[in-house]
Nanobody, 123 residues
Framework: VQLQASGGGLVQAGGSLRLSCAGS????????MGWFRQAPGKEHEFVAR????????LYAESVKGRFTISRSNMKNTLYLQMNNLKLEDTAIYYC?????????????????WGQGTQVTVSS
């Protein structure tokens, strides 16, 4: 599967953004999907993941209650709704796909990555 992330931008603190990740190629439904982010000078940080059939989701503590991950297998698209954005949410956001069983949040377990979309939160 190939992945293309979009929807990033500049937003004020407290605002909202919705990221999308379009999948193409091999069957999108065959993959568990995740969002990661990378701030300048930092490692990739897990944000959220969703199982193949949307039955289970998992969030980083730092975004729980503010972000919602979802997917449409009909549209081959992954989403991340981000509300009440904070300055510390500023990063490049990446979508990624994995076939690893279990609720892994290790970026090394995600074999396929999109190109990233910049999210900047201003005060």
């Amino acid at each position: 599967v190939q992945l293309q992330a979009s929807g990033g931008g500049l937003v004020q603190a407290g605002g909202s953004l919705r990221l999308s990740c379009a999948g193409s190629g091999r069957s999108f439904i065959g993959y568990h999907m995740g969002w990661f982010r990378q701030a300048p000078g930092k490692e990739h940080e897990f944000v959220a993941r969703i199982s193949r059939n949307s039955a289970s989701t998992l969030y980083a503590e730092s975004v729980k209650g503010r972000f919602t991950i979802s997917r449409s297998n009909m549209k081959n698209t992954l989403y991340l709704q981000m509300n009440n954005l904070k300055l510390e949410d500023t990063a490049i956001y990446y979508c990624a796909a994995t076939t690893v069983v279990g609720q892994t949040t290790n970026p090394h377990d995600f074999a396929t990555w999109g190109q990233g979309t910049q999210v900047t939160v201003s005060s």
